[in-house]
């Protein structure tokens, strides 16, 4: 029997022809249907095997070794519980990514600029995940970045986008060549790259620390953890947005596993100072994301920053998950490692929607900015509804899924006083509240982008012309809603079906949840916490529909339309509506002004003169001013006075020689 | 090897780097030139010499060609040259003149060190030889890097190249000395050439392409 | 049989609750023109406001969305389950496991983020301010509120709120200094939340210091009787939660018998007076703040209540 | 088969024959036609050294392990450059910047030039080895002033002055080296003889062979393009016909870095000589950092992958410094795909400059759209040289970084940091060329698709599968080069 692993490779190899068969027809008509709906039937297809393989036993999966690759080593692929779930979340997003774009496709005006990097970019993602030697691994995720990136330019004529292609592919790079580091310490100086050797050898602890020093730049860098997440909310908003929804849904998952797999399997045994820099970045991440988020109007980028700021909170789970592997405390990381990996599903999930609906809103009216849309639930109804389920799932807001693994977050956060070291005993309790204010933050930022965009009167023209999405579309966003919904009410299947990865990476799980009665979740005993979205929703469902039974039986119910009261000031222009920045502006004032060193600047004419009154908002990015400028800067610096060297005379460029030769003569002369 | 021969050899190598250390106070092109021509002759002895010493009748060629064309073609030629284009006739020093004597006897001190470190057990002859022809070696670079004037960059360079064909001759039975300092020449008679045709008055960059198209008669 | 018994039990405080919220919010107005010396509406003033809201008919603004028609239920029904869960005169009922404190918070969090998007929906101008400062006060208040509860949890060893009042209620707790922090934070929060002076005047109706008023402008009707229903019952909650957990004695256990459950509700009215009492004198007491006070406010909330988290966890090792 | 002396006899006969024919034939069609023939045959000659039995070293000449990877390279890379040629100077000639006899002199040339090369491989006597790098290096020479234009005679000319004095320094290194062995082996033409050379070299005085090293190292390379030794490099690739741009990067750089690796193994079998090792890596990083640093300024897109060539030469050259298995793998492997790489980008630069009329870099914009073609062969080209997967430069700095980590983690952060910042420069400016709105004309070309497509597609194939007979060998070269 073929195994399991060249079942998926066959299905990385398909990804891989159709994009070959993409080059060649995709100037035709018919391309995008045959495109899409091929990578559609292969990632259901891997989805399937994936998750046979995550219920099923996968360390009983023998693992692939091709002759391709490097040389002496091959190509190594392997299935674990690990990868397994990480496949279902690659192909589970490749799936309804595929199925929104055979819709969403035909908008798409530069066609032959997207289909063939859409299948190579699903194959690069699987390969990452399946990838078991550090060759293939960083080939498959360079990859991955080079199809992404190519959808990232697909749209290359605004120069926006060229930017952010550039910024995106220098930081990957940036990215790969520290894990390419990593890896070259793991393997150590005879070059032994397979995964295997690399679990089997006991790095030095230098090694080690270097190593998750290394890979927090290298898969942080992709992930999108502040500061290196400057390109994050430039690329993913620059794509397709299916593509986009892929990038943020997917690939920052990815990013996910690689430091899943170096830093819990390969590295062995953590050390507790670990924990401390994953929390701190973590938390960091998640509120700056967020507040990034708020501040911003251009509702594709949102959600981008929103991506950061979820990323903040796995690594956050993460972080917890390693203070307790290091201090020997299983069943404790096990619970906050099950919290990071609900979390990765939740996000691919939820994210993936909201940028379907994105995508939506921006094949409807054409625009991305927010300050210009308004009222559009009642030209895009089943878009708005759907767009709201995943605002409500963000916003982590029982009964739907993004609370599930925040509540879990939360709970794992609570077994941190039995952790002995004082620097984990002061950062937890704070994270946890950065965790807390990131939450509520965004549940801010996701009423702002509903009701900016969905709700209000229209703000421009472009939106009362909107029309509802096509049903390929609408069918992928449903898919999706339903998906934050039942992993919201049944989270203990969920928790269950991700025990067999924190068997193989923490040595131990959470309690079985599906014996629970009433289906509850229980992390350790019922009488510390439960939570049971089930019948919270079941709950809300029959007292609403109770409440609506009582006013419908027993009140008036009379109804008139008639023009909004707002305490009798008529709003004479939809301009008048709060806006994406007027919206924020509370929270810029109590946060801004360290977060983004906001001045708001007011020029009232004095009395009596006709000029108009000025409020002037300045934000700085001081993430890219403290970190980003000044390299630029060195480097504008030093290219600026090395240039010289290009336009020397010809006597100059021999007294170079000259100085050369005699400083090597004089070592030679001078060496012992 | 008897002391005669060596003491011989050693004072006409000796001479040349005497000779290099000549044109490092050169200030007048014309000076410079006959300077060079000296230090062909005295190359074209010490071929001679060791062409002698070691029977080695091919290197006569080698003696004669620096005789005639270094001693006497080249610097006619220079000296036609600065005439026709209206070459400056001063030298234009990059760093004066105390300095580049300074740094000149720097390098020779660095070439007779790293030749000293060579093993005793090498012949003595040659051992003296490498350390003289490195020294001119240096300082015919030492020239062309602190004199403006392209002509006066060629004499370094060609100075240079003496320094090389007295190692190459030094080097007891090396093959293809003969063929190397004539394809030496022709590459300096290119250089020459060069800076005939390229009308290049002061600098080696400042080539003029217009007096090139004017020779050719082909102009664009 | 037990079941069924259990099941009603569990009814009963939700009715429980549904019945007393309006007299809660009654009696402190009361209490209220009282220390003014007016004479005050009646207690069940409210429930006459309620029914007389129900039979109006409703003026929807022209542009409103079924959203907007939603939006009410769905307030209500989230604060009600939520005041629900809280034991008000008995721990440990049937569904007392369903949502611990945390998602308790995040159910109020449902329900203001629907409050404020209900804002947004008709595109006034007094609906973006309401809304956006109710959301500028909830990233503040819930962070706040989760450290309460995490410091509550570090103490008692579970977010269960009948668990942690069982123990709040036993002798092994003794006085702690986070403890009193946090019952302060929270005090802090609920005032907040329930848009009490000085974060806002739930009677005013001047237009640029609003936050929850300005959000419900455009409801009338029955709509806006399930909106006020909602917080009635929000401040219930509050109430009944900051009594359960900081005066716990008087709450039976479940399955004791309804003799002991009368006793529990007698208990717990007298609680509600109690606190009632005090919001009232409180709120007398003190002026409203400017908006961008409010964010002073919650800061120190939030910091008292880190404060404590973190003594707890530092003390844990001592 | 015949005798398997014939071959390499072929592969320097070949060319000489075709020179002197191309030198009096005056039809261009024919002449680059017979170019083109004559470069298929010396690349099947090389060929065919892999299937006959290798010559005994001779006094001159010699076959082994290391030189035949360089040489089928050399001819393979020589054969795809005259097909592109063919096309490039057609068009050349249309447009008037060359004349017929002009390409008289440049087929004749360019058959020269390449003997040069392929005598300097397969040669075994240092002063042979020392003549031919010379001859390659002339000729280029007078190809690079070709168009005669200001700039190109400029080139040329900076191109000649500092080659001069790399040769001057290179034969004093070979003559020191001839003294070094002089005392062990004997007078006479032997002491040149590499394979002589490299059996007694543990008995050469080392410190002579110190001294010789650093002349060697300086006068080839000089050629190599090694920081500060460069200054000619960019201009020449600037300013010359593109095929022979594509020429010096992909080869003629190989051949000045094939001396320099020879002598290298000579001081390497010399134990108590220096260790030509730390030298290499200094050189190779200043390299790096220095063509990285310049990339971000160039305005030129000849002159701007001509940066590239010293950054890449630098990557080579601080590989076999590192020395190892693995580096030396590395660096022999990351030499072939530069070599086919460079080449392939400047086949479509060549077409590109020819099609927009200019080389400034600002002036051509959205090639992709406008000549897709052409542009996503450059935007595969920068890709490959930026090393990113899968194609074949990818896996060679995967091994350098990785095993010199390993290693010495302190000379991976310069590395990584030249390999980032040169990444940087060349992904901006090939966004500028490729992306964008486009500018310039939108004439169709008539290129030759071929040569760069197959060389890419060389490039790919090797960065995902590297066949075994290949590896084996390579790993042989790289024991050899220790």
Known sequence: MTSIVALLLWGAAAFLGTAMLAVAVSRRGSATHLVYGATLGISAVMFAIATAALTGDPAGVSPVTLPLGLPWIGAHFRLDALSAFFLVVVNLGGTVASLYGLGYGHHEPAPHRVLPFFPAFLAGMNMVVLADDAFTFLLSWEFMSLASWALVMAHHREQDNTRAGYIYLVMASFGTLALLLAFGLLAGPDGTYTFDAMRAAEPSRFAAAAALVLMLLGAGSKAGLVPLHVWLPLAHPAAPSHVSALMSGVMTKVAVYGFLRVVFDLLGEPAWWSGVVVLFLG?????????????????????????????????????????????????????????????????????????????????????????????????????????????????????????????????????????????????????????????????????????????????????????????????????????????????????????PVTLSLIGSRMPVQMAQPWLSIVPIAESRSSYNGLLVFVFIAISASLAAFVIHRFASHALRRGPAWGCGFPDVTPAAQYTAVSFAQPIRRVFGTFAFRAREKVEMPPPGATAPARLTVEIHDVVWETFYQPITGAVGYATEKLNRLQFLTIRRYLTLVFLYLVTLLLVLALWP | MNGLTFDIAHLLAGGLVLVSFMMLYQDRLFALINVFALHAVVLALSVAWQAYVQDAHHLYVTAAIALIFKAIVIPVGLHRIIQRIGIHRDIETAVGIGPTMLAGIGLVALSMVLMLRVTPEADPLAREDLAFALSIILLGLLVMVTRRNAVSQVVGFMSLENGLVLAATGAKGMPLVVEISVAFSILIAFIVIGVFLFRIRERFDSVDVGALDDYRGERR | MALIAELAVQGAQMMLVLLLAPLLTGFVRKVKARLLRRQGPSLIQPYRDLLRLMRKEVVLAGNASWLFRVIPYLIFAATWVAAALIPTFATGLTFSWTADLIAIVALLGSARFFLALAGMDVGTSFGGIGASREVMIASLAEPAMLLIVFSLALVAGATQLSTVAAFMGSPEVGLRVSLGMSLIALVMVALAENARIPVDNPSTHLELTMVHEAMVLEYSGRHLAMIEFAAFLKLLLYVSLISCVFIPWGLVTARSGPGAYALGVAVYIGKLALSGILLAVFETAIAKMRVFRVPDFLGAALMLALLGTLLLFVSRSL | MTAPFDAVAAILLIPVGAAALLAALPNYKMSAGLNVAASFLTLLAALSLFITDRPQPGQYLLVDDLNIVFIVLNTFVGFTTSVFSASYIAHELDTGRLTAPNLRFYHAMYQIMMLGMNLAFVSNNIGLMWVAVELATLTTVLMVGIYRTHEALEAAWKYFILGSVGIALALFGTILVYMAAQPVVGEGTNAMVWTVLIEQAARFDPALLNVAFVFLLLGYGTKVGLAPLHAWLPDAHAEGPTPISAVLSGLLLNVALYAVLRFKLLLAASPEAIAPGPLMVAMGLTSLIFAAFMLYRRRDIKRLFAYSSIEHMGIIVFAFGMGGPLANFAGLLHMVMHSLTKSAIFFAVGHIAQVKGTQKIADIRGLTETHPGLGWALVIGVVAIAGLPPLGIFMSEFLVVSSTFARQPLLAIPLVFGLLLAFGALLLRLTGVAFGEPRGSTAPVEASYVPMYSHLALVFGAGIYLPASLVTWFQHVADILG
């Not at chain 1, 490692?337 to 994105?358: C, E, I």
């Not at chain 1, 605002?391 to 599930?404: E, K």
């Not at chain 1, 702002?448 to 421009?460: D, H, N, Q, V, W």
């Not at chain 1, 023209?461 to 999405?469: L, R, S, W």
Request: charged fraction near 10%.
């Open chain 1, 283 to 499: 938390g960091l991440t998640a509120v700056l994301g967020i507040l990034y988020a708020l501040m911003e109007k251009d509702l594709k980028r949102l959600l981008a920053y929103s991506t950061i700021e979820n990323i903040g909170v796995i690594f956050v789970s993460l972080g917890l998950a390693l203070a307790f592997k290091a201090n020997a405390m299983p069943s404790a990381a096990a619970l906050a490692l099950t919290a990071a990996l609900f979390h990765v599903l939740n996000h691919s999930f939820f994210k993936s929607l909201l940028f379907f609906g994105a995508g939506a809103v921006l094949t409807a009216t054409g625009e991305r900015n927010m300050e210009k849309l308004g009222g559009l639930i009642h030209r895009m109804p089943l878009t708005s509804f759907v767009f709201l389920v995943g605002c409500v799932s963000i916003s982590a807001l029982p009964p739907f899924n993004g609370f599930v693994s925040e509540w879990l977050a939360f709970q794992a956060i609570l077994q941190s006083p039995d952790l002995p070291q004082w620097g984990l005993k002061v950062m937890v309790p704070a994270v946890g509240g950065l965790l807390a204010l990131s939450a509520a933050l965004a549940a801010a930022c996701f009423v702002k982008a509903f009701g900016i965009t969905f709700l209000g009167r229209p703000r421009s023209a472009a939106v009362e012309q909107a029309q509802e999405v096509d049903r390929y579309a609408l069918a992928a966003m449903f898919t999706l809603a339903a998906l934050c919904l039942l992993a919201g009410i049944l989270p203990g299947l969920v928790i269950d079906g991700l025990s």
